[in-house]
């Protein structure tokens, strides 16, 4: 027993794939130092395969790759530190759009599961919907969290 006669069903192809290789060559450009690639960012293209959208280095180009009906992924390079010792932490964020459908909104998780097999250097992992939420200061309290010890000046705040 199917539908009935009149009605139009529409099938829509939720099988996700991934630009394997641009997705490995932004990866590795954002942990190299001094190249001027800060960030990556990864979106799903009409074919629903997930592909590179954008890679740069200034915070604000990030941002906006990242809109209410988006879904996708960024990598992003995180200084941390005091001024004895600088470290680079990196960030996977997942991005969905407050626009986005349930049912897709629902496969990030396992869409997920495929961009780590090829992001595996990561400190901390963020799954973020709202644009106040995607700041360099949130990205940077979440990474001071998972760092664990803080040396610094040895001056305290009283």
Known sequence: ????????????????????????????????????IEWAAFKFDEQNQLVVSGTGEDFSQFKSQFGPDDRG??????????????????????????????????????????????????SVELQLENAHELSLDHLKTEVDKAGGARYGTGVRDM
């Not at 069903?9 to 641009?22: F, I, K, P, W, Y």
């Open 1 to 36: 027993m199917g539908p009935p006669p009149d009605t139009v069903v529409t099938r829509h192809n939720m099988a996700t794939s991934l630009d394997r290789e641009g997705i490995r060559d932004a990866y590795t450009s954002v942990m190299s130092d001094n190249n001027g």
């Open 73 to 122: 992924f960024g990598y992003i390079k995180i200084q941390t530190g005091d001024e004895m010792s600088k470290r680079s932490r990196f960030v996977l964020v997942t991005w969905v759009g407050n626009n986005v459908s349930v049912m897709k909104k629902a496969k990030m998780s396992t869409d997920k599961l495929l961009v780590k097999e090829v992001i595996q250097n990561l």
